[in-house]
């Protein structure tokens, strides 16, 4: 071998042992985002105190059969309701059919908390409709008559049925959008009527969409706190909260946690796996469009009403009651703790957006470059953070994070002098945290999604110029997938003002966000004061909701 050959081979070399910068930086970010869910299961098999037998004897069954209970209710109520509309919506005309294409979607921007603060507010005792059954009947108290009891398990299954069904319907609709109008046409030549029509053909085709949709309503009705807490229905996730703030054991609540995230993953595995075996295909050529039949007489004005019921439980009326409040109570706007929410909850909301966004552009262009296989293979483990409940990330942050904030603060303070206090678990710092590692899989979808739309030429070309990759990344692909970008900031903004319990429990002392101040103003029945927080939360996910609508209103 010649020295020239020699000196390429030990060249070769070094490049291959050179560190891939971008490999390790993708990697950590991974790491970083898996952390709290590996600290969770860690924690839960070494807890300080086994108080498991404890649980298993007492409250742990009754917390796991309100949680199925409600999982079962409120997603078989969403797949029939969502269902429904999407079909009735893309099938037929109808009037108000082009309103509620949209008017369905808006109560996504009522989190499930604010619906039952609106409703329990309208049907109570004191509320609008007693009052005026009283007034009309004559009756003096309501041991005169019969009312359904407000603050119950049925009623958290109608508010959160109504607050999550929109997410199957507008996985239903685009499924039943995207088949082949000739598909009805023969199912109608062959004679089945309008249901066969909806059951034999419409949903086994749209049947992985409507798994998927129920799966996601079905996950977050299992991380839900605000809204069972406010109707005194225990399930995992409150207990979570009573065994670590009310018993002191973060142990206990560690394990009812590995519980919360078992059905997750359960449930997000046999989604997959449903998917996986029920897949279909449209035909190559160009499909037949489908031509909505008009419905006439009282069959367009049933189907308007099966439409309005989900919108007005789900949005009209919580909003409206919680808007009359906000406005026919001029003082609470100008209280000075709605203030300083307000500012807390742009702050935190848009440094985890940015720095959520950022970490995920980082970590999708580090994975497309990486010469080895593992960051690639870790990608998928970074959505776990959505799919975990805010409860569930709040234990495993602030445990870990609370021992190396004490242990950081007492070193400087044994080898300085300095007091530094906690500068993690004290701060915002642990909010911003848990708000990027939970909305994470949403700024990594939008931006793989646009980065995988690039031309592939257009990043060789750039790097054939002497463009690093770095500056591939700056000048060709930031440029054009800005607007993804811009997308992906919006949603996990929006996501981390409604997240509460997971601010709940990491928020230092007198530290509120909007969805924080909601609560514990709705928890002392003072609804007047809660209302402007309220509002604002509404009017910044209505943002959120009118681009999903447009969005999918082009597609």
């Known amino acids: 071998m010649t020295t020239k050959d020699t000196n390429i081979h030990a060249d070769g070399a070094k490049t291959r042992l050179r560190p891939d910068l971008w490999s390790i930086g993708a990697l950590l970010i991974a790491l970083t ?12 098999f070494h807890p300080t105190e086994n108080i498991w037998p404890h649980l298993m004897a007492t409250t742990l069954p009754r917390y796991l059969t309100n949680t199925l209970v409600l999982m079962i209710s409120v997603g078989t109520l969403s797949a029939a309701v969502g269902t429904g509309a999407a079909w009735l919506t893309t099938m037929y005309l109808f009037p ?6 949209w008017l369905l979607l808006l109560p996504l921007a009522v989190p499930a908390y604010l619906g039952a603060y609106g409703i329990v507010d309208f049907l109570e ?11 009309v009947m004559g009756y003096t108290n309501g041991r005169d008559y019969w009312f359904p009891q407000v603050r119950s398990m049925g009623s958290a299954i109608v508010v959160l049925t109504a607050a999550l069904s929109p997410y199957v319907f507008l996985l239903a609709r685009a499924a039943f959008r995207e088949h082949s109008g000739g598909s009805y046409e023969v199912a109608r030549a062959l004679g089945a009527g309008p249901f066969k029509r909806f059951w034999k053909v419409g949903v086994p085709l749209a049947r992985p969409a409507i798994a998927a949709g129920v799966a996601i309503v079905m996950m977050e009705t ?16 409150t207990g979570i909260f009573t065994t670590w703030l009310e018993s002191s054991n973060a142990g206990g609540a560690a394990q009812i946690a590995g519980v919360v995230l078992i059905l997750v993953l359960l449930l997000v ?6 998917r996986r075996k029920n897949r279909y295909h449209n035909a190559a050529r160009q499909t037949r469009q489908i031509v909505p039949i008009p419905l006439r007489g009282y069959q367009g004005w049933l189907a308007s009403f099966f439409c309005f019921v989900p919108f007005a439980v789900g949005f009209l009326l919580p909003a409206g009651v919680l808007t009359y409040h906000a406005f026919t109570t001029p003082g609470a706007w100008q209280d000075r703790g709605l203030t300083d929410a307000l500012v807390t909850t742009l702050a935190v909301g848009a440094s985890a957006a940015v720095i959520t966004v950022i970490a995920a552009c980082f970590l999708v262009y580090g994975v497309r470059l990486a010469r080895s296989r593992l960051p690639r293979m870790l990608l998928p483990v970074t959505t776990l953070g959505y799919a975990a409940p805010g409860a569930v990330l709040g234990v495993g942050i602030l445990i870990p994070m609370a021992a190396a904030d004490h242990a950081l603060a007492d070193f400087v303070e044994a080898t300085t002098g300095l007091i530094i206090g906690l500068l ?13 590692v939970r909305f994470f899989a949403i700024a990594q979808g939008a931006v793989d999604s646009a980065m995988g739309r690039v031309a592939p030429s257009l990043p060789l070309a750039a790097r054939s110029l002497g463009q690093t990759a770095g500056g591939a990344l700056r000048r060709v692909y930031l440029p054009l997938i800005r607007g993804s970008i811009g997308t992906a900031l919006l949603l996990v903004f929006v996501d981390c003002v409604k997240e509460l319990p997971a601010t709940l429990l990491l928020r230092p002392f007198n530290f509120n966000t909007l969805a924080t101040r909601v609560y ?5 029945e003072n609804l007047e004061m809660a209302s402007p927080a309220a509002v604002l939360v509404m009017l910044v996910s209505l943002c959120a909701v ?10």
């Open 33 to 44: 985002v898996a952390a709290p869910i590996v600290a969770v299961v860690w924690i839960a």
């Open 96 to 101: 108000g059919v082009r309103w509620f294409q």
């Open 125 to 135: 005792y004191a509320g609008p409709v007693q009052t005026l059954l009283r007034d």
């Open 222 to 237: 299992a991380s839900d706190f605000g809204a069972v807490d406010f109707f005194a229905v225990q399930t995992l996730t």
């Open 269 to 274: 595995s046999f989604e997959k796996i449903l």
């Open 424 to 436: 993690m678990t004290g701060t915002g710092f642990a909010i911003v945290f848990a708000y990027s």
């Open 520 to 524: 514990e103003q709705a928890a002392l």
């Open 546 to 555: 009118l681009l999903m609508a447009r969005t999918n209103a082009s597609k």
